[in-house]
């Protein structure tokens, strides 16, 4: 018995810790990158809660520079009064500089910390990651609060998924036929906005897509998302349905071509009608709009089909998962130019689910 | 005839020496008989026995009603007793000894000229507590009888409900100077005999000067007398008892205590209560799984807050963080030293609460809470969630049924806050493994404290329904497993 | 009923010993071995590895018919004679042992990096082998209710990845079979590490109460051991894909993550103090094994003694070996020669049992 509590009594001693209320709680991370002639300089902004009296919470930037970004950490504990932690991160935010020199450094440091938060969530914002920590916001204590709302709420419409978490970008980035993207956000006059999404090769950002591409790209690459489809005949008549989509993916391969169907099985609840007479009281007209939904739907695709293939070399729409599964992995295969020679095909079926409580 | 006298004088001499020559004995002479009398004289205790029952049973019969001349009947005690004594429970004792203890015990004896052994009747009287309901395990349901401290009632309350022809008292007599009786009892054809005969030989090694409670039984003779857990339950309610003589467990009952005890205990007894039992199986299971839920909480919880502030920060749900340093802002003590000064002084309340009268009692503990949880907040010596996690264990310990089992967890929980302290979580895995190598180990008279079977599981976790207890369970040793049959076709 | 006297195993403790034999720090790096020489395969790999305690079982059950009583040491001595039995014994003792010291620093590693980075190793792995210890002290009915308690505690982290389900897809292990037989030949060769341990079969099946019983009880923790392995090969490639799984050290716990429960912030914290549970479990069987077996070859000192004293050698090599690199270079060179040892080993005595006369008093 006496040898068990000695023992401990010998392992007690050099045992340390610190209190919460002592530690540095960073909210946000950013990351910059300045090229100076051929000397690369990582900054790396972190955004932390300041509690101030009568309980309110601000937020405070702390900025640590340096070759590498285990250095950045020392020149940041030189500002900061309190002990770094990189656990509770909610948000990291890359700028558009530093993903397009390729984020593989980076990954490797949040795979390596056994600590790091892997549900964060990453976006791109353009110009500086440090502006964007910087600004405030009205309502939320910092603006990672609001960029963490932003992107997690983002998956209600325009198709967006919400995997967008550390967890999501690392098992992405080096698995054979997947890619990633994630949300590209901006400051503009009235507030951050996110404004397209950032397609990477790898972990090199290598192009941004508009919102408009960004939701096809989302409806053809995502299964199970959400947004908003619409048949507009002119400024009056249109109407729009909110649509849950399935997505299945088949793969052929002909004489070396490849040809890959999407399927998508969209389902729909109409949000207003103003384009269709009876569509509630009529079989008819009903089979006739999901008729002409699957077209418009199939059109939208195919418009931007083309320019997904190969503006970007990249295998944006995750097809060449399918085809290794397929047909074999580690062959050596690029999937990137692979897909740019290949057939897509899109096959949508739209089924109306809900209508809604009245017609006006 | 003064022989005859010296003869029953040197008796009743003998005897009042084996009593103790300077209590309460009353000696009785009186003449028996109508032509040649008699000498006899009767000793009793007085206040041990029913004075009532010795004047209208043994004395008036004796003295008044003899009316043939006995000087010629041989065996002259073996006569009267069964002729005029009209006393049911009587006997003739030769032993001196004897005589003398039960004497003690409140019988009277009586003590023929020319005879050469005693009439020993039993008038046992004295006042003792009416049979009540126990303060100490209420239930609603159930039957509202406890034990008192009279062992002849104790042993007929437990005679009453169980009928089976096997059910068998064994006296022993412990102590040296208290020599109180002490009575085991179990069902001749459950119990495992192997078993029965080491705590017989237990029994049988008791050496002690005197014997209050049956704790005191508990204590010599059980096998881990430095553990921190109980391993002997007692119970107040003689339908408790008698469940557990079904099980194939042994009792003691104890003259003068209330409690009987029951041995083999395992650890799975602390958390049944009796009210489990009488309500329904649904309701049953739901409470008991609380009730191990709160021993979890009791152990665990403020361990992991201790751990989750000192050492793993980055564990603490984000939306608590901002919460939780905001009320930790400025806070003097450590969380270590806080939590376990707000334990300490909840402690005492919970002592204090014991002790004082009932009215003050109350007062206290609820005005002491407050007023000091709510000024040790405002003098910043705890923090807010610091006096929660408290107030939570301390509520949870309330609700382990078993008073020596509450406090039992309560030391570990102390222990474990000290193993988080020094070494975060390890120290709570390490104090976990502990607790569960430790009990792996314990072993009651070839009895495992806790044992898993799966046929077990119904009366551990949860309460299956009554009718579905086919077996006993397995974690006492018995030898006739089968109990009732399932008569439900369900 | 009354257990103790004899101080035997039921089936259920022994069951679950023999499943805590194996199951240890293997799990949480099995899936990269596998994965690199299996690829998308990695699971079948593991079914087939698990050939290897089954044939063991088959040859202790051969031995165990003829000779119910008797364990390892003493067969071996009687087959090979005694100077050459007692260095095949020694040669088991220093298995167990170095098994028990690897099993002690791979937790040690795990445990700082996740759970606990700011303790030194000596201060995790001193107080974590005080609890084996204590165990070894008492019996071996002790060490079997402690892993049967533990492993009811513990069985629900093995079903707590489904949560991943959700977001992998079957598209991750296909194509089945595509890699070939050779490489999954060569996957299952991996395996071996992990389902080593099952030797201590032929220590512990005469310990066990009803002989019977020892096909059921054996096969149902063999039947375990294979499903637990190929289930978490299974989820790590179904979710993290052969790409991402080699870059975690411990791609079980990459796993655990994958849980998304509201509060919570990270399911790791509860998944590697529960697994810190499980292998210490595996630390304490080893332990016991080698306490136990050391009682037998040095008759004079007891198993207690042996518990105190081998408390400090294991601890010692436990803190040499370091962090994962140099330890899994150690494991990699001694662990291949062990099983080649044992396979030999066993099987040859086996053999020879089998023309040996019986136990006396063995009514066969």
């Given at each position: 018995m006496m040898v068990v509590v000695l023992i401990l009594t010998f392992s007690f001693i050099g045992a340390k810790g610190q209190m919460v209320e002592e530690l540095e709680i960073p909210i946000g991370v950013g990351f910059d990158i300045t090229k100076a002639s051929s000397i690369t300089y990582n900054k790396v902004p972190i955004i932390v809660y300041s509690f101030e009296e009568g309980g309110r919470v601000a937020s405070n930037v702390l900025m640590g520079t340096g070759l590498s970004i285990g250095e950045t950490r020392e020149t940041r504990q030189l500002e900061s009064s309190r002990k770094f932690l990189l656990g509770l991160t909610r948000i990291i935010v890359y700028s558009e500089e530093s993903a397009r020199d390729g984020l593989r450094n980076n990954l490797d440091v949040l795979v390596n910390n056994p600590e790091i938060n892997d549900r964060a969530l990453c976006v791109i914002c353009k110009g500086k990651a440090e502006d964007m920590l910087k600004y405030k916001v009205k309502g939320v204590p910092s603006s990672a609060d609001y960029i963490y709302g932003l992107v997690k709420n983002s998956d209600q419409f325009n198709f967006m998924s919400m995997q967008y978490t550390i967890m999501d970008m690392v098992v992405r980035v080096d698995a054979e036929g997947r890619n990633v993207i994630l949300p590209y956000v901006e400051i503009t006059e009235n507030g951050i906005k996110i404004t397209g999404t950032a397609i990477f090769n790898g972990a090199r950002m290598v192009g941004k897509a508009d919102i408009r591409e960004s939701r096809v790209i989302n409806l053809l690459k995502e299964d199970k998302v959400k947004g908003i489809l619409t048949i507009q005949k002119n400024s009056k008549e249109y109407i729009d349905c909110y649509v849950q989509s399935k997505r299945k993916v088949k793969c052929e391969r002909k004489d070396g071509k490849y040809k890959f169907i999407i399927n998508l099985n969209l389902k729909g609840k109409i949000v207003n009608n103003c384009l269709y007479n009876n569509l509630n009281s009529d079989v008819k007209t009903l089979k006739t709009f999901e008729e002409d939904m699957k077209k418009t739907a199939e059109k939208m695709c195919e418009e931007y089909i083309n320019k997904i293939k190969c503006e970007y070399n990249t295998d944006v729409l995750d097809l060449g998962r399918v085809a290794v599964a397929r047909y074999g992995r580690g062959t050596g295969t690029d999937w990137n130019s692979v897909i740019c020679n290949s057939i897509i095909e899109v096959k949508v079926s739209f089924k109306v689910d809900t209508e809604g409580r009245g017609d006006y | 005839m003064d022989e005859r006298k010296v003869i029953n004088q040197s008796n009743i001499d003998n005897i009042k020496k084996l009593i103790g020559s300077k209590s309460e004995i009353v000696v009785r002479t009186f003449i028996v008989g109508n032509k040649n009398f008699l000498e006899a004289a009767i000793m009793y205790v007085n206040g041990l026995a029913d004075v009532d029952v010795i004047d209208r049973d043994i004395l008036k019969p004796l003295m008044l009603h003899v009316a043939e001349d006995l000087t010629n009947v041989s065996n002259i005690e073996d006569y009267i007793y069964k002729k005029y004594v009209a006393v049911s429970d009587t006997y003739v004792e030769g032993d001196v000894n004897k005589a003398a203890d039960s004497i003690k015990r409140g019988k009277t004896v009586i003590i023929m000229e020319g005879a050469s052994s005693f009439i020993v009747v039993n008038t046992t009287g004295g006042t003792y507590r009416a049979i009540s309901e126990p303060h100490n395990d209420p239930t609603l349901r159930g039957p509202k009888e406890g034990f008192i401290e009279n062992l002849e009632t104790n042993i007929s309350l437990l005679s009453r409900k169980i009928k089976d022809k096997n059910l068998v008292t064994e006296k022993y007599v412990l102590g040296r100077r208290s020599q109180t009786d002490l009575v085991i009892m179990y069902i001749d054809d459950i119990v495992d005999k192997g078993f029965l005969n080491r705590i017989r030989e237990k029994i049988e090694t008791i050496d002690i000067d005197s014997i209050s409670s049956d704790s005191f039984i508990e204590q010599c003779i059980e096998e881990h007398p430095y553990s921190i857990f109980p391993q002997v339950i007692a119970s107040e309610r003689p339908d408790?008892?008698?469940?557990?003589?079904?099980?194939?467990?042994?009792?003691?009952?104890?003259?003068?205590?209330?409690?009987?005890?029951?041995?083999?205990?395992?650890?799975?007894?602390?958390?049944?209560?009796?009210?489990?039992?009488?309500?329904?199986?649904?309701?049953?299971?739901?409470?008991?799984?609380?009730?191990?839920?709160?021993?979890?909480?009791?152990?665990?919880?403020?361990?992991?807050?201790?751990?989750?502030?000192?050492?793993?920060?980055?564990?603490?749900?984000?939306?608590?963080?901002?919460?939780?340093?905001?009320?930790?802002?400025?806070?003097?003590?450590?969380?270590?030293?806080?939590?376990?000064?707000?334990?300490?002084?909840?402690?005492?309340?919970?002592?204090?609460?014991?002790?004082?009268?009932?009215?003050?009692?109350?007062?206290?503990?609820?005005?002491?809470?407050?007023?000091?949880?709510?000024?040790?907040?405002?003098?910043?010596?705890?923090?807010?969630?610091?006096?929660?996690?408290?107030?939570?264990?301390?509520?949870?310990?309330?609700?382990?049924?078993?008073?020596?089992?509450?406090?039992?967890?309560?030391?570990?929980?102390?222990?474990?806050?000290?193993?988080?302290?020094?070494?975060?979580?390890?120290?709570?895995?390490?104090?976990?493994?502990?607790?569960?190598?430790?009990?792996?180990?314990?072993?009651?008279?070839?009895?495992?404290?806790?044992?898993?079977?799966?046929?077990?599981?119904?009366?551990?976790?949860?309460?299956?329904?009554?009718?579905?207890?086919k077996n006993r369970p397995e974690g006492i040793p018995h030898k006739d497993s089968k109990r009732q049959s399932i008569f439900r076709r369900r | 009923?009354?257990?103790?006297?004899?101080?035997?195993?039921?089936?259920?403790?022994?069951?679950?010993?023999?499943?805590?034999?194996?199951?240890?720090?293997?799990?949480?790096?099995?899936?990269?071995?596998?994965?690199?020489?299996?690829?998308?395969?990695?699971?079948?790999?593991?079914?087939?590895?698990?050939?290897?305690?089954?044939?063991?079982?088959?040859?202790?059950?051969?031995?165990?018919?003829?000779?119910?009583?008797?364990?390892?040491?003493?067969?071996?001595?009687?087959?090979?004679?005694?100077?050459?039995?007692?260095?095949?014994?020694?040669?088991?003792?220093?298995?167990?042992?170095?098994?028990?010291?690897?099993?002690?620093?791979?937790?040690?590693?795990?445990?700082?990096?996740?759970?606990?980075?700011?303790?030194?190793?000596?201060?995790?792995?001193?107080?974590?082998?005080?609890?084996?210890?204590?165990?070894?002290?008492?019996?071996?009915?002790?060490?079997?209710?402690?892993?049967?308690?533990?492993?009811?505690?513990?069985?629900?982290?093995?079903?707590?990845?489904?949560?991943?389900?959700?977001?992998?897809?079957?598209?991750?292990?296909?194509?089945?079979?595509?890699?070939?037989?050779?490489?999954?030949?060569?996957?299952?060769?991996?395996?071996?590490?992990?389902?080593?341990?099952?030797?201590?079969?032929?220590l512990l099946y005469p310990l066990l109460e009803e002989k019977k019983k020892f096909l059921k009880c054996s096969s149902a923790s063999i039947g375990i051991t294979i499903f637990v392995y190929t289930w978490v090969t299974f989820l790590a490639i179904f979710y993290l894909g052969i790409d991402i799984s080699p870059k975690f050290f411990w791609p079980t716990i990459a796993l655990a993550d994958s849980i998304n429960i509201p509060i919570i912030n990270s399911f790791r914290f509860i998944f590697i103090s529960f697994w810190a549970l499980v292998m210490i479990k595996g630390l304490a069987t080893y332990y016991y094994a080698s306490c136990y077996t050391w009682s037998l070859l040095v008759k004079r000192m007891s198993k207690k003694t042996f518990a105190v004293l081998i408390y400090l050698p294991i601890a010692y090599i436990a803190m040499r070996l370091g962090n994962p690199t140099l330890r899994g270079w150690c494991v990699n060179k001694t662990i291949p020669y062990y099983v080649a040892f044992n396979i030999i080993f066993l099987s040859v005595l086996a053999f020879l049992c089998h023309f040996k006369k019986g136990d006396i008093s063995e009514k066969n």
């Open positions: - | 408790v008892v008698q469940s557990k003589l079904m099980e194939g467990r042994i009792a003691f009952l104890l003259d003068g205590s209330p409690f009987v005890s029951t041995y083999p205990t395992v650890m799975a007894e602390f958390f049944q209560t009796t009210e489990d039992y009488y309500e329904r199986s649904i309701i049953g299971s739901f409470i008991r799984i609380v009730r191990l839920l709160a021993v979890f909480i009791v152990i665990t919880v403020p361990s992991i807050y201790i751990t989750l502030i000192k050492f793993n920060a980055e564990l603490i749900p984000i939306e608590f963080v901002e919460s939780l340093i905001k009320s930790r802002k400025g806070i003097a003590l450590t969380p270590f030293m806080s939590l376990l000064a707000m334990q300490l002084t909840i402690e005492f309340l919970r002592e204090g609460g014991l002790r004082l009268p009932s009215k003050i009692g109350q007062t206290l503990s609820v005005v002491g809470g407050i007023i000091i949880g709510d000024a040790a907040l405002n003098a910043k010596i705890v923090s807010s969630s610091t006096l929660l996690v408290a107030g939570i264990t301390t509520v949870a310990s309330f609700a382990i049924s078993d008073y020596q089992m509450a406090i039992s967890i309560r030391i570990i929980s102390y222990l474990m806050l000290i193993m988080s302290n020094w070494l975060g979580m390890l120290g709570i895995v390490i104090g976990w493994l502990f607790i569960i190598a430790y009990l792996s180990s314990m072993n009651n008279f070839g009895v495992p404290y806790v044992s898993f079977r799966i046929g077990d599981i119904k009366d551990i976790f949860i309460r299956a329904p009554l009718w579905t207890m | 009923m009354d257990i103790e006297e004899k101080n035997l195993l039921t089936p259920s403790q022994f069951t679950f010993t023999l499943v805590s034999s194996m199951i240890g720090t293997g799990v949480l790096t099995l899936p990269n071995d596998v994965i690199k020489a299996a690829k998308q395969d990695g699971w079948i790999s593991c079914i087939i590895g698990g050939i290897y305690p089954i044939y063991i079982f088959v040859l202790a059950y051969l031995v165990s018919k003829r000779f119910p009583k008797s364990n390892l040491f003493v067969l071996s001595k009687k087959c090979f004679g005694k100077l050459l039995g007692n260095i095949f014994n020694v040669i088991f003792i220093s298995y167990c042992i170095l098994e028990a010291a690897f099993i002690l620093s791979g937790f040690g590693n795990v445990f700082r990096i996740y759970a606990a980075p700011f303790l030194r190793s000596y201060q995790v792995i001193l107080p974590i082998l005080i609890v084996p210890a204590f165990i070894s002290f008492k019996s071996i009915v002790s060490l079997g209710r402690f892993n049967k308690i533990i492993f009811y505690l513990t069985i629900f982290l093995v079903f707590m990845p489904i949560g991943v389900f959700k977001q992998s897809s079957v598209l991750n292990i296909m194509p089945i079979g595509d890699t070939g037989i050779v490489s999954i030949m060569k996957g299952a060769k991996e395996t071996a590490y992990s389902y080593s341990g099952i030797e201590l079969i032929f």
